[in-house]
């Protein structure tokens, strides 16, 4: 049998559809195990971050139902351009390759 083909049929195995010879919790293990992994070789630490959210402005559209900001309504504030210049250059001081992506009330 072909290298390929054994690929193609590795779905048919039954010891892998068979959902008690693997638990949820070991899955879980293997997982956090493994996006660990690069943060360990990257930054000689497991827990280093791999994302980064930013806030940069408090204003919002108020009509999400389930919100109590629209009750009482936010400021509209904006982050200084110079606040978000530095923690870009931070992040490429210490060779950021993760994600930024903005949060909270930047809604689309």
């Known amino acids: 049998m072909t290298p390929k083909m054994q690929m193609k049929n590795w779905k048919e195995k039954p010891f892998l559809l068979k959902k008690s010879q693997i ?11 493994y996006t660990r992994f ?3 070789i990257k930054y000689i630490d497991p ?3 791999s994302s ?5 402005s408090t204003s919002c559209n108020n009509t999400c139902y389930y919100c109590p900001d629209k009750l009482k309504g936010t400021p509209t504030d904006f982050m200084e351009e110079s606040t978000f210049n530095e923690i870009i250059n931070q992040s490429k001081t ?3 390759s993760g994600v ?5 009330y930047n809604e689309p």
């Open 23 to 33: 638990s949820i919790s070991v899955l879980w293990i293997i997982y956090k195990s």
């Open 94 to 96: 210490i060779s950021f």
């Open 52 to 56: 980064v959210a930013l806030e940069i």
């Open 100 to 104: 930024i992506n903005y949060h909270f």
């Open 38 to 40: 690069p943060n360990f």
């Open 47 to 49: 827990h280093f971050f």
